[in-house]
């Protein structure tokens, strides 16, 4: 459900990876989330983490079927998803000590736009498609993700995407306010390459390293 790897430098990076859904949020990788994100708010060697999806795509939001069709999944379980959900989207992600870069490509939808608003930094390929499709099945986003948009997009921008539910490209979110930059090839190879450029500079003016003089 994730490919999480600690590439040196401080850096963590949690790869979405449930491919053949779009790496939509169901309940195995929403309580993998959870776990993750808990374990890593509280180690100390995680500086920074990157955010990216498997196969093409980040996110197509949360997978409504597996957390809504209980016939076949226990009760117990399904209430634990859900309340997972809602620890890692709406507190545990905005508690995170850590920098956070997340690299978007292919889809990314409703579901995953907490992830994007706890971000310092957003890179989107040029292929990324965002959307807030929740109209198109008889309602408007609500709740976590009505917060996160309005805590990210322009008014303008949130009207139009929650009302039509049409899908949007990396540049018009780089104008709305969900994106950083858009960068030319994968996405996810530019993030690296910042947190390792971030790394770098905060060694480089570690007051550990500075030299005497710079104390008088």
């Known amino acids: 459900m994730l490919k999480i790897e600690d590439i040196g430098d401080g850096i963590r990076t949690i790869g979405l990876d449930r491919a053949a859904k779009r ?3 169901g309940v195995e990788l929403t309580m993998a989330l959870e776990e993750i994100l808990v374990k890593t708010k509280h180690d ?5 983490i990157v955010f990216h999806g498997i196969g093409g795509n980040f996110s197509a939001g949360m997978d409504m079927k597996d957390f809504f069709d209980s016939s076949t999944r226990p009760p117990e379980l399904l209430r634990r998803a859900r309340a ?3 620890h890692w989207r709406t507190r ?9 870069i997340t690299a978007v490509q292919g889809y990314c939808f409703g579901g995953a736009m907490p992830i994007l608003e706890s971000s310092d930094v957003v890179l989107a390929g040029t292929d990324t498609k965002f959307g807030l499709p929740e109209i198109n099945f008889g309602f408007v986003p609500g709740g976590p993700i009505a917060k996160s ?10 009207a139009y995407a929650a009302l039509t539910g049409r899908p949007f490209g990396a540049e018009q979110g780089r104008h709305w306010g969900l ?7 994968d996405p996810f190879a530019h993030a690296v390459a910042l947190a390792r450029s971030m790394a770098a500079d905060r060694n480089a003016h570690s007051p550990f390293k500075l030299p005497a003089e710079d104390f008088l």
């Open 92 to 100: 545990l992600l905005r508690a995170m000590p850590q920098t956070i």
């Open 149 to 158: 948009v309005q805590n990210m997009m322009t008014p303008r921008g949130i």
């Open 23 to 25: 790496n939509a949020i």
């Open 44 to 48: 100390a060697a995680v500086q920074i």
């Open 179 to 185: 994106v950083s930059e858009v960068v030319e090839g």
């Open 84 to 86: 997972a959900t809602e």
